[in-house]
């Protein structure tokens, strides 16, 4: 997390909170599906980061908040 605050729910329901300086890992799989949701009128902002299997060609893509600036 670089900024904002959020919850993490994993693939138990647990919730998780999240705030800036954490770092939090879900394993590929089923048992690594997770929901992120913003807690608070900051944006949320997060590192995103993965391992691609067998050197695969990995691609990054930007996501911006589309009520941010209305």
Known sequence: MISG???LIDSKGNEHELTPGTTFYCPAGP???HGIKNTSDLQFVCLY???AP???QVSST???NPEQGK
């Open 5 to 7: 605050y959020a919850t």
């Open 31 to 33: 048992e690594g599906a």
């Open 49 to 51: 980061m993965y391992y």
């Open 54 to 56: 067998g050197g695969k």
């Open 62 to 64: 930007f996501v911006e």
